[in-house]
């Protein structure tokens, strides 16, 4: 069975640094390109970073770029996002997923089709 | 960057009905759309991908077509487990955005 567990969420002050982490289970980590994705409270989703198998290639959202880094390490079946000069807009529900590909009419076509069961972080004084 | 606009923002049904959903590009994407349900309190659950193919496991009352800037998520006989929150996704490009949600209650 898939798992993704999420974990180091806590209350940080703005201005502070938190780690998070993803502990991947039940497939073979070190194949699949994974996601960050973050929920306000009483909010939508919110994409925030991608990094690829092979932890090359790493993307993220203009609101987080300079302040988070996104990591992995295939040997330890995780993956992390390092949290940097945290705002209280980053207050949120942080979920990591995986990312499936699947040919459809011989196009690849990515969803995420796992999810943690999320982290809270909240970012307050 | 591609933003999703979902309508309505919210919708009122009933056990039985026929639900749409619909989702609207700011700029052509084939078909690299996803769509999600999320219950309250729980994480994201994929329903749809390639705009129109059903994830496995997911009943076939579900479905979605579009191609484009125009999709659609349809239920075609609510059920109570349905009552929840819809998003759509793009996979086109970076960033990765989703629409706002839809909120589907009684």
């Known amino acids: 069975?898939?798992?993704?567990?999420?974990?180091?969420?806590?209350?940080?002050?703005?201005?502070?640094?938190?780690?998070?982490?993803?502990?991947?289970?039940?497939?073979?980590?070190?194949?699949?390109?994974?996601?960050?994705?973050?929920?306000?409270?009483?909010?939508?989703?919110?994409?925030?970073?991608?990094?690829?198998?092979?932890?090359?290639?790493?993307?993220?959202?203009?609101?987080?770029?300079?302040?988070?880094?996104?990591?992995?390490?295939?040997?330890?079946?995780?993956?992390?996002?390092?949290?940097?000069?945290?705002?209280?807009?980053?207050?949120?529900?942080?979920?990591?997923a995986r990312v499936a590909v699947a040919v459809v009419g011989g196009i690849g076509h990515t969803s995420f089709d796992s999810w943690g069961q999320g982290t809270l972080v909240t970012v307050s004084s | 960057d591609i933003q999703l606009t979902q309508s309505p923002s919210f919708l009122s049904a009933s056990v039985g009905d026929r639900v749409t959903i619909a989702c609207r590009a700011s700029q052509g994407i084939s078909t690299y759309l996803a769509w999600y349900q999320q219950e309250p309190g729980k994480a994201p659950k994929l329903l749809i991908y390639a705009a129109s193919t059903l994830q496995s496991g997911v009943p076939s009352r579900f479905s979605g077509s579009g191609s484009g800037t125009e999709f659609t998520l349809t239920i075609s006989s609510?059920?109570?487990?349905?009552?929840?929150?819809?998003?759509?996704?793009?996979?086109?490009?970076?960033?990765?955005?989703?629409?706002?949600?839809?909120?589907v209650e009684i």
Do not use: H
Request: charged share 20%; aromatic share 14%.
């Open chain 2, 78 to 103: 609510l059920q109570p487990e349905d009552f929840a929150t819809y998003y759509c996704q793009q996979l086109s490009s970076f960033p990765r955005t989703f629409g706002q949600g839809t909120k």
């Open chain 1, 1 to 96: 069975e898939v798992q993704l567990v999420e974990s180091g969420g806590t209350l940080v002050q703005p201005g502070g640094s938190l780690r998070l982490s993803c502990a991947a289970s039940g497939f073979t980590f070190d194949i699949y390109e994974m996601n960050w994705v973050r929920q306000a409270p009483g909010k939508g989703l919110e994409w925030i970073s991608y990094i690829s198998s092979d932890g090359v290639t790493i993307y993220y959202a203009d609101s987080v770029k300079g302040r988070f880094t996104i990591s992995r390490d295939n040997a330890r079946n995780s993956l992390y996002l390092q949290m940097n000069n945290l705002r209280g807009d980053d207050t949120a529900v942080y979920y990591c």
